[in-house]
């Protein structure tokens, strides 16, 4: 299993950072995961965003885009769906997480699934500590490995 995680904007606050990092060395095992921090633009620019996220992403790719108004899944619907994806469409996952200015609309309509975690809105930061966590847990559950120690 391959993960990348390409977000805009970088983690800066220290706790984000252990907790990021712990969930990286437990997928470790499993698998990859790599991240792509891209810098933000002014929120009248957010196409080159856009623009240089896309540029990262070949045509065959699988890309799931973080965004509120996605499709909800539970945690053993997500990893049912990473495991056929898997199994079936790509060895790669993108999962694209945008800035406080959201993510433009050409990443949007790029992405294989457009996923939400909640109707809640949360700190893009934030966000990437949620997603390697949920990604950690759907690994566990496809391996059929209890989660909680």
């Excluded at 991240?35 to 080159?48: H, K, Q």
């Excluded at 893009?124 to 120690?149: F, G, W």
Aim: hydrophobic content about 40%; charged content about 30%.
């Amino acid at each position: 299993m391959y993960f990348k995680i390409i977000s805009i904007g970088s983690l800066k606050e220290d706790y984000l950072k252990m907790g990021v990092a712990e969930y990286q060395k437990r997928l470790s095992k499993y698998g990859k995961i790599d991240f792509i921090e891209l810098p933000e633009s002014s929120r009248d620019n957010i196409s080159e965003e856009g623009i240089s996220i896309l540029k990262r992403i070949k045509d065959d790719d699988f890309v799931i885009a973080m965004v509120i108004e996605g499709k909800q899944l539970n945690s053993i619907e997500l990893a049912n769906y990473i495991e056929n994806t898997f199994t079936y469409k790509s060895s790669y996952i993108y999962f694209i997480i945008g800035g406080s200015n959201g993510l433009d609309k050409s990443v949007i309509d790029r992405a294989n699934l457009k996923l939400s975690f909640s109707k809640l809105t949360f700190p893009h930061q934030l966000m990437k500590l949620i997603l390697i966590e949920q990604i950690y847990r759907s690994v566990k559950i496809i391996k059929k490995e209890q989660y909680h120690k």
